[in-house]
């Protein structure tokens, strides 16, 4: 008796139901199909210079300048995709 797709779970209930019907005794082999790798995407590439300065002069209202960096960086990211 072969069965493809069992529910985790149920390999007990299938060797019972197994020896009932066939009146053999039934061997359980639960197999795991091979796992596939994926290809991992390359990491983005930080935004050209020129946007991140052009987004930064809209800024200024920000006074922090590390924060006023990161939201250039950031919205140069964004106008490029």
Same mark, same amino acid.
């Given at each position: 008796? +072969? *069965? ?5 779970? +149920?390999?007990?209930? *299938? ?5 009932? +019907? ?5 061997? &359980?082999?639960?197999?795991?199909? #091979? &796992? @596939? ?8 590439? #930080? ?8 987004v930064?002069? +809209? ?7 590390? &924060?006023?960096a990161?939201?250039?960086? &950031?919205?140069? @990211? *964004?106008?490029?995709?």
């Amino acid at each position: 008796m +072969t *069965i493809r797709g069992a529910v985790r779970g +149920t390999g007990p209930r *299938i060797v019972v139901d197994a020896s009932r +019907t066939d009146r053999i005794r039934p061997r &359980l082999a639960l197999r795991q199909a #091979p &796992l @596939s790798r994926r290809d991992r995407p390359s990491p983005p590439q #930080p935004p050209d210079a020129k946007a991140v300065e052009n987004v930064a002069k +809209t800024l200024s209202s920000v006074e922090d300048e590390e &924060l006023r960096a990161a939201l250039a960086r &950031l919205g140069a @990211s *964004i106008k490029r995709n």
